[in-house]
């Protein structure tokens, strides 16, 4: 079939022809609906024509193509169908590929994008004070004195179509950190990493740690160590300074002290004990272990849970103490060196 344009538009024409078949004595047209042939929107499909040419005007197309078909025929039948495909509309560009952080005065930064089936041409444009160069799958886009940003897209075009367009924003900084990762519970004495993932056009990253932690970087990762007797919560933040010079916003996680809580309160009788076995808790903390303390001559039978029970002989006063542990280390003090305490009284 000849005659067919490299691509093809609702209410364009094509006059289209094939080679002249023996025996024939007509030639049945189809094409997509709302197409129609030799200038009558009445002939649709299927159109039957004498000769072995025909004008056809393209209505909407089957998909990305429109397909044209004919057959030829006879009183004893037709031919197999001969269909014709050609470019209706054309896709959306995938990805522009390029620079997102870009400066004032900066001239010839290179964007691309692969190239679209179809496709005769791109129709490229951006927002704020910055001029593009060419129609094709390259461009060139300069930036001028007060550019602070805006948005580049691309379309991809036939001689009488243009899809949609892809868009990015461009900017002069390189944005905000994100996926903050690394162990948010510290233990004194310790070494932590930390890290962001990297982005594209940062210079610097600026970190803070919280007090009584030490460390340096100006990449997307920091060493961190925590002090002796770190057991503060506080923050690690970071934030990003782009090539331009512009800093964003913090990023920020908070870091819980890994030493566990003082243990708020313990229950269990303080008088009549003399010669009793009683029970004594304290609320548990996930992860820790307790060490209980009793009068001289008393028993602990549970040693290193947050509930025991305690054997008394006789006695005249004491206390019952229970300090909380982890792998971090122990509770800090608060009576008698132990970290809750009960005053045993014993009647006589």
């Known amino acids: 079939m000849t005659g067919m344009p490299l691509n093809a538009c609702v209410g364009t024409t094509a006059n289209l022809s094939i080679n002249a078949v023996n025996n024939t004595t007509q030639y049945v047209w189809d094409a997509p609906i709302g197409s129609y042939f030799d200038g009558n929107p009445l002939n649709v499909s299927p159109y039957t024509t004498s000769s072995p040419n025909v004008q056809v005007t393209f209505g909407s197309p089957n998909g990305s193509f429109y397909n044209v078909g004919v057959?030829?025929?006879?009183?004893?039948?037709?031919?197999?169908?001969?269909?014709?495909?050609?470019?209706?509309?054309?896709?959306?560009?995938?990805?522009?590929?390029?620079?997102?952080?870009?400066?004032?005065?900066?001239?010839?930064?290179?964007?691309?994008?692969?190239?679209?089936?179809?496709?005769?041409?791109?129709?490229?444009?951006?927002?704020?004070?910055?001029?593009?160069?060419?129609?094709?799958?390259?461009?060139?886009?300069?930036?001028?004195?007060?550019?602070?940003?805006?948005?580049?897209?691309?379309?991809?075009?036939?001689?009488?179509?243009?899809?949609?367009?892809?868009?990015?924003?461009?900017?002069?900084?390189?944005?905000i950190p994100n996926n903050l990762s690394g162990n948010f519970t510290a233990c004194p004495n310790t070494s932590q990493t930390y890290s962001v993932t990297p982005l594209q056009g940062a210079a610097v990253y600026n970190w803070t740690l919280p007090t009584g932690a030490s460390g340096s970087s100006n990449n997307n990762s920091i060493n961190v160590t925590f002090g002796n007797g770190y057991n503060n919560i506080g923050n690690v933040c970071v934030s990003v300074t782009s090539i331009?010079?512009?800093?964003?916003?913090?990023?920020?996680?908070?870091?819980?002290?890994?030493?566990?809580?003082?243990?708020?309160?313990?229950?269990?009788?303080?008088?009549?004990?003399?010669?009793?076995?009683?029970?004594?808790?304290?609320?548990?903390?996930?992860?820790?272990?307790?060490?209980w303390t009793a009068p001289a001559g008393a028993n602990v039978f549970g040693q290193g849970n947050n509930s025991v029970n305690i054997q008394f002989s006789t006695m005249t006063t004491g206390q019952v103490c229970v300090v909380a542990s982890?792998?971090?280390?122990?509770?800090?003090?608060?009576?008698?060196s132990c970290k809750r305490s009960l005053q045993i009284l014993q009647l006589t």
Do not use: H
């Open 71 to 175: 057959q030829a025929a006879n009183a004893c039948g037709s031919t197999l169908r001969k269909i014709q495909k050609v470019r209706g509309i054309v896709s959306v560009p995938a990805t522009v590929l390029g620079p997102q952080t870009v400066c004032e005065n900066t001239s010839n930064v290179a964007y691309n994008i692969a190239p679209i089936t179809g496709a005769s041409q791109y129709q490229w444009s951006i927002t704020g004070d910055a001029t593009v160069t060419g129609n094709g799958t390259n461009v060139n886009i300069d930036f001028g004195p007060t550019w602070n940003g805006g948005t580049l897209c691309v379309a991809a075009q036939t001689s009488c179509y243009t899809s949609a367009s892809k868009c990015i924003s461009l900017s002069k900084s390189a944005g």
């Open 244 to 291: 331009c010079g512009v800093t964003s916003a913090l990023k920020c996680k908070t870091v819980a002290p890994g030493i566990p809580m003082v243990p708020p309160a313990i229950t269990g009788i303080t008088n009549g004990l003399c010669n009793q076995s009683v029970a004594y808790s304290t609320p548990i903390q996930t992860g820790t272990s307790y060490n």
């Open 326 to 336: 982890n792998t971090c280390g122990t509770s800090a003090s608060t009576l008698c």
